[in-house]
């Protein structure tokens, strides 16, 4: 019995916390839940990692309705996957989104697995992904030595990856017609919060060798 009644608790802990948001939100800014029934126009699309502590309006201190988010696992960007690609699509051409941001962060468990051989059951299939970014590098990232350094490296390198992977789909390329729509990588470290930003900005087609340059 006492273990339901701590699952509920945490459950409706939740709820309340809702209440206790909604209420302050209030007391500071009378409008600002009919401000949010307008509408809204982000400048930014954050694909970030599912982790829990890596929230994006947190870290980036910006109000709800300023980031438009889609989060997975280790922060990809897999052609295939529709559920990511809808977004993409949506911020680029509805929205018309500014910035694109694949945000990383160290000591990602995504990326510690994929550095191992061990079978991690469905996600096996996610996974490869990133192991397919460490046999791209596997020469610099296996002159590191020390395990937490390399893990930190292939970090950064999957957040790079996964640059070059936006850039090279046919929606961002169209944008890239008719506007600016930059597309950066960075990384969030836990031990003293700040972002790195990994200088792997892409906005033309030139930054792409010309087998991924669409026709458009």
């Given at each position: ?22 209420a302050?939100?209030?007391k500071?800014d ?8 307008m ?8 694909i970030?990692?599912s982790?829990s ?23 990809l ?8 690609m809808?977004?993409v699509?949506y ?6 989104v ?25 996600v ?5 992904h ?11 990232l296996e002159?590191?030595?020390d ?25 961002v390329?169209n ?32 930054d792409l060798?010309?087998i ?5």
């Amino acid at each position: 019995m006492s273990e339901i009644n701590n699952i509920k608790s945490s459950y409706n802990r939740l709820l309340q916390g809702n209440r206790d948001w909604a209420a302050i939100k209030t007391k500071e800014d009378p409008e600002f839940f009919k401000n949010l029934t307008m509408g809204q126009n982000p400048e930014y699309l954050w694909i970030g990692c599912s982790d829990s502590r890596v929230p994006a309006n947190e870290i980036t201190d910006t109000k709800s309705g300023e980031i438009f988010v889609h989060r997975n696992i280790a922060n990809l960007v897999v052609h295939t996957d529709m559920n990511l690609m809808s977004v993409v699509y949506y911020a680029v051409e509805v929205l018309r989104v500014k910035h694109i941001i694949v945000c990383g962060h160290y000591g990602c468990g995504g990326v510690l697995a994929a550095m191992e051989n061990s079978d991690q059951g469905f996600v096996n299939n996610w996974l490869r992904h990133i192991k397919e970014v460490y046999q791209k590098n596997v020469i610099e990232l296996e002159s590191i030595q020390d395990f937490k350094e390399r893990s930190n490296r292939l970090v950064e390198l999957n957040v790079i990856e996964q640059v070059r992977n936006l850039a090279k789909t046919k929606v961002v390329q169209n944008a890239w017609k008719n506007r600016t729509v930059q597309v950066h990588g960075w990384v969030y470290g836990f031990n003293d919060g700040l972002i790195t930003d990994l200088n792997a900005m892409h906005d033309e087609l030139i930054d792409l060798e010309p087998i991924f340059r669409y026709k458009l």
